[in-house]
């Protein structure tokens, strides 16, 4: 069993990206092979509906998620929703994600938006029969101290999160 585990946040070493890491942990310790994607390093171009699936690392990373088992988004949150890197990403890898299982981390400014994943979430449902695990983590600046996670609660969440992931991709591929 693979997963993949995607930082959308384009800024080096943010929170969300600090999220994407403990989650891999997680995934590893349940004994599934997991790879990390980092979206601060690969230069997509914007989805124009055309020219842009015939781009070498949009062809790299679909074919990366299509051989995941189970994808995880590490995304930040603005103005209540997923942001546009995350969306662009998967506007541009679209058919990798059926009948795949997904999960989501969510880093955001305030404590307000934490339905904000939502539609996405949604949308990979009804465009893709993704299977979105019920469990997401949502985490604010106040559960970091330094740039590292310090709310256990986030902690312990992340770990749930790695586990439902697994046993799910497990059951799928069952």
């Known amino acids: ?3 993949t585990v995607v930082s959308c946040n384009l800024k080096p070493a943010s929170r969300s990206h600090r999220l994407s890491e403990a989650l891999v942990r997680a995934i590893t310790a349940e004994g599934a092979t997991c790879e990390h994607l980092d979206l601060a390093t690969v230069v ?3 989805c124009d509906g055309g020219p842009c699936y ?3 690392e949009v062809k790299r990373v679909t074919a990366l998620l299509a051989a995941s088992d189970g994808i995880a ?3 930040p949150i603005y103005n209540y929703d997923a942001s546009a890197a995350t969306k662009n990403l998967v506007e ?3 058919s990798a994600w059926e009948d795949k299982v997904a999960g989501f981390l969510c880093m955001a400014g305030g404590k307000f938006s934490y339905m904000s994943i939502l539609g996405l ?3 990979l449902m009804l465009d893709f029969r993704t299977i979105v695990v ?3 983590v949502y985490a604010t600046g106040d559960d970091f101290t330094g740039g590292e996670i310090t709310n256990p609660e986030i902690t312990r969440r992340i770990a749930q999160l790695g586990s439902a992931m697994v046993r799910l991709c497990r059951a799928e591929g069952a």
Do not use: E, I, V
Request: proline content about 14%; hydrophobic content about 40%.
């Open 1 to 3: 069993m693979h997963l």
């Open 44 to 46: 997509l171009p914007l």
């Open 54 to 56: 015939n781009d070498p």
């Open 73 to 75: 988004l590490c995304t």
């Open 92 to 94: 541009l890898t679209g």
């Open 121 to 123: 979430a949604n949308s």
């Open 134 to 136: 019920p469990r997401f």
